[in-house]
């Protein structure tokens, strides 16, 4: 018999849930099913995103719900417009083979008149953001009179967004018989306090451990000094060739930031924060959600409640301030079964939030290695390879010119064809990564015992290479020491070049004709007593560590400076125009202008 069957769900829902390949319940399910069917309880239960709660307290609703009444008497309150969405579409597919199941979905950022409509046409599933549901309470335009159950769907996360006045409110409207079934990934003490103050003796129920991260996540971390963040990001990423991911930052500047790096780079991203309107999130979800979009880079905000399956990766750029985040961040990987990694980059200083992360989640974290360039190529090509092998081959449109093809080939070996088209995508990886840099960090590089001989100590063409007295220790970072140099040098973001943060000082590329503005603008300038001195970085190589720099031309060999690659090998001067756009049709361009980013690159 079928297992649903058998905890006591109609066969019209097993059905309708067989088709969406339900063939057995999931832990929640298992466990909930029972006690809700009863309707006797009000009732708590934990459990992680993406374990199937939805059915769990929506086939028990759909059991008992009287269809022929067009009366709300569920109510179910979530904390975003995209889960209230999938919600009720989910219930209107578990309701596929019931007749007169009516659910609207109010949320806000949409038009509330055709809410209204469905309302007072008729419902008996009423699925909620707080704020919009309660904007229609305060219009009069629900009854909530026959409300017999009400779900508080990912508790945790309603209240982390600042619904706690909203869902008092919105209870306060429904009946005191009223049975409240809460749901929620965490236990924090806000929720209890709801679980204390509206529920009565509920019944408790937790699947996996309480507060625990999802078994099926693997937790890594990659320790790199702040100037290799990005580079190493992007040698990740490419280390992953079919990623989905989603990657957290802090802000909503880092962000867009990110984004806007990523997609100049050529990687096929878009960024999801506060800023955007509902109609620019729905735009970017959606394409997430169809897979159209790779990467999507995310506030902690924003991407709460995103219930995008099969995200394969969740990369925290910057850790969370909040280590609850981290959990609700990594949850949106290793969903409904599936296994997900959770990457965090992080500095040495960091490794603190890490230890205190692992010690709430109960769950180590493995170190990593930032892959070497060479084992990027090789996931790359294999990847290539496997693309080919699944390609599918449109016969009818092909055949008509494979007998050209053929005798352009013919002079060819097959072993000689595979590997020139291999090497037609293959190329553009190896050159991209040829001589590429270490990106680990190495504690002796905060020591400065390791000389970074790959740097060239003159500026980019048109750039010159400057040094100043201020660095790390002076607690700059390198968006702060950009603001610095524009601010005192009177130039604008975009006459700096690379920004090289050490220690006790830093090198820094100004256009050639701004030098003397820069000169100008630091003459007597102190910081915190010090004097701040202003040097063109010599043209001889000298220690890192003295920050002694003898004035130079800043002439002399110019080289294009890949920051990620390095450009040690000696193969003379490269231009940055010549390395031919590739055209765009797949997701990743590792074009000169990709290179070009990336020697600039400020994160
Ligand atoms: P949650 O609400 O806990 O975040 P969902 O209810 O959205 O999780 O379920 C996550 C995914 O797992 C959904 O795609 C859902 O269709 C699927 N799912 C849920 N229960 C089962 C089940 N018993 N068998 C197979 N798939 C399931």
Known sequence: MNPFLELGIRHDIVN?????????????????IPVLLTGNDDFVGLAQTGTGKTAAFGLPLLEQLDFSSKQPQALVLCPTREL???????LEKFAKYIDNVHVVAVYGGANIGDQLRQIRRGVQIVVATPGRMLDIIGRNAIDFSNVRYVVLDEADEMLNMGFQEDINNILSETPDDKKTWLFSATMPKEVRRIAQNYMTNPQELTVGTKNTGNENIEHQYFMVKAKDKYAAFKRIVDFYPEIFGIV???????????????????????????????????????????????????????????????????????LPDETENYTHRSGRTARAGKTGISISLINAKEMSKIRHIEKINGKQFIPKQVPQGAEVCEKQLLALVDKVHNVEVHEDQINAFLPQILESLQDLSKEEVIKKFASLEFN????????????NFDARDSRGERGDRSERRTGSKGYTRLFINLGSVDEFSRGDMLSYICNKGKISGKSVGKIDLKGVFTFF?????????????????????RNVRIEVSGDKPSSDRGGRRRSGGGGGDRRDRGGDRGSRGGSGRRDRG??????????????????????????
């Open 509 to 529: 590329e100004v256009l050639d004709a701004d030098v003397d503005s820069v000169f100008q603008g630091f003459k007597d300038v102190d910081f915190n007593g």
């Open 248 to 318: 957290f930052c802090r802000t909503k500047i880092e962000t867009q930031e990110i984004a806007e790096a990523l997609i100049k780079d050529g990687y096929n991203a878009d960024s999801l924060h506060g800023d955007l309107s509902q109609q620019q999130r729905d735009k970017v979800m959606k394409r997430y959600r169809e897979r159209n979009l790779q990467l999507l880079i995310a506030t902690d905000v924003a991407a709460r409640g995103i219930d995008v399956n099969d995200v394969t990766h969740v990369i925290n750029y910057s």
């Open 84 to 90: 209230c969405l999938q919600i009720a579409r989910d």
């Open 428 to 439: 553009r990886f190896l050159n991209y990564y040829q001589d590429a840099p270490d990106l």
């Open 16 to 32: 309708a849930i067989t088709e969406l390949g339900f063939e057995k319940p999931s832990p929640i399910q298992e466990k909930a």
């Open 578 to 603: 010549d390395r031919g756009d590739r055209g765009g049709s797949g997701f990743r361009d590792f074009s000169g202008k990709r290179r070009d980013r990336e020697s600039k690159s400020r994160y």
